[in-house]
T-cell receptor, first 118, second 115 residues
Framework: EADIYQTPRYLVIGTGKKITLECSQTMGHDKMYWYQQDPGMELHLIHYSYGVNSTEKGDLSSESTVSRIRTEHFPLTLESARPSHTSQYLC?????????????????FGPGTRLLVL | AQKVTQAQTEISVVEKEDVTLDCVYETRDTTYYLFWYKQPPSGELVFLIRRNSFDEQNEISGRYSWNFQKSTSSFNFTITASQVVDSAVYFCALQSNNAGNMLTFGGGTRLMVKP
């Protein structure tokens, strides 16, 4: 069963368009993360959140922005997509033992969104 | 600074062979956690195991086993009797309090199991 969801799974879009990648988790986790990854390559942390109304930038500079208005929801937005944004975006969450009964601080990942900007 | 090194970028084996994926880490913390994740071609990262720095006992789960050795700062992963479905990229990762509990990933090892 999937406890962390990402939509869309695949997105092809033209340069200059605004896009929002959705991420939701049902595990009651307080921390959430966004990673950028070229397929099969190293993961780069671009944003994270410790809880509602908390957002921080990660190690890799990104033109994207995030928001955390609800615990379960952590959307990522690109105001003006460019070909250099073409990549896979992975969302993850971690936290204290919640409804899932899983380990504290283990990050669980969503299925990812593969973005292609033409 | 923390660092995770997976020196093997790509490994190719024939089905039923055993294969070991190496992971070497660097940290100054005395309390830390080590992880392995599997990333199949579909793209998601699947959590496999989490070990803490105080528990050096090796672990076995079916065909998977993990060898944690603090003396050599290594956390190696062995797949016994490999299968085609094991083909994936495998990531080793390190987490510690002094790094804000963030994960430091290795570069990954691509495992190809041929029939």
């Amino acid at each position: 069963e999937a406890d962390i969801y990402q939509t869309p799974r695949y997105l092809v879009i033209g340069t200059g368009k605004k896009i929002t990648l959705e991420c939701s988790q049902t595990m009651g986790h307080d921390k959430m993360y966004w990673y950028q990854q070229d397929p099969g390559m190293e993961l780069h942390l671009i944003h994270y959140s410790y809880g509602v109304n908390s957002t921080e930038k990660g190690d890799l500079s990104s033109e994207s922005t995030v928001s955390r208005i609800r615990t379960e929801h952590f959307p990522l937005t690109l105001e003006s997509a460019r070909p250099s944004h073409t990549s896979q975006y992975l969302c993850a969450s971690s936290g204290i033992l919640g409804t899932s009964g899983r380990f504290q601080e283990t990050q669980y990942f969503g299925p990812g969104t593969r973005l292609l900007v033409l | 600074a923390q660092k995770v090194t997976q020196a093997q970028t790509e490994i190719s084996v024939v089905e039923k062979e055993d294969v070991t994926l190496d992971c070497v880490y660097e940290t100054r913390d005395t309390t830390y956690y080590l992880f392995w994740y599997k990333q199949p071609p579909s793209g998601e990262l699947v959590f496999l195991i989490r070990r803490n720095s105080f528990d050096e006992q090796n672990e076995i789960s079916g065909r998977y086993s993990w060898n944690f050795q603090k003396s050599t700062s290594s956390f190696n992963f062995t797949i016994t009797a490999s299968q085609v479905v094991d083909s994936a990229v495998y990531f080793c990762a390190l987490q510690s309090n002094n790094a804000g509990n963030m994960l430091t990933f290795g570069g990954g090892t691509r495992l190809m199991v041929k029939p």
